[in-house]
C-alpha cells in the first residue's frame, strides 16, 4: 500500500526485455533505505519487489501483465520515474490509499499554464473514467493528485510547483503515455452492488411437493 506521494525519482540503469516481461534496474538513493529483499517500491505507481539490491540500484521483475497494463513497457535506458517506498503502519496519509495496481493508461492530451499552475488534460477509456469523479482522487504515474474536472473522454488535474519539481511531471509533453489507479473504493463500492448471491432453488407447490411432505 502507498499514499502517492512521491520520494524521489530513480533513473533507469538497465533494462531487460523477453518476449512480453523484464527485469529493470533503477539507480536510486532515498527508497533504499532500509530496504530488503521482497520490499515493495512503487515506480510509476506500480508495486514491484525488489529482487536484488546495493548502494546505488535496486532490481525488479516485471510479468507479462504488469507490462500489457502499464507504461512500463515504453521504459528506456536513462528514462526517469516515480519512486516510493510502502507505507508504514503510523505513517501520516498525505495522499490517498493507493495499491500500486494499475487500472490502465492515459494520454496526455493538452498541458495549459494558469499562474503557478499547470493543467494537465489526460484522455482515457471509458471502462477507467466511471471511476474518475470530479473533485475525487487519481494516481497518475503514482502521484496521489485530485481530479478537477472530468467528462465523457477525458479527466483534468491542476499541478502545483512542488509537485512538478519532485516527480516526473515537469517532463511531460502531449502524447506521453501514464499509468492511472483510480480510486480503489469506488471500484470495491461497484462490485458490491453488481453482486448476485445465488440462492438455493425453490420447488413448485405442486402435488408431488405435497406427497413428499406427507400432506396427501
Known sequence: MFTGLIEEVGKVKS?????NAAKITINARK???????GDSISTNGVCLT???F???SF?????????RRSNLHLLSLGDAVNLERALRIGDRLGG???SGHIDGMGTITNLESEDNAVWLTIETSNELLKYIVYKGSIAVDGISLTVAYADDNSFKVSIIPHTREVTTLHRKKVGDVVNLECDMISKYIEKLLNFKEELPNKKSLDINFLKEHGFV
Open 15 to 19: 533494462i531487460i526485455k523477453t518476449n
Open 59 to 67: 532490481t525488479v521483475d516485471v510479468m507479462p501483465e504488469t507490462m
Open 54 to 56: 546495493n548502494l546505488q
Open 31 to 37: 527508497v533504499l533505505e532500509g530496504v530488503k529483499l
Open 96 to 98: 490517498h490509499f493507493v
Open 50 to 52: 525488489v529482487t536484488e
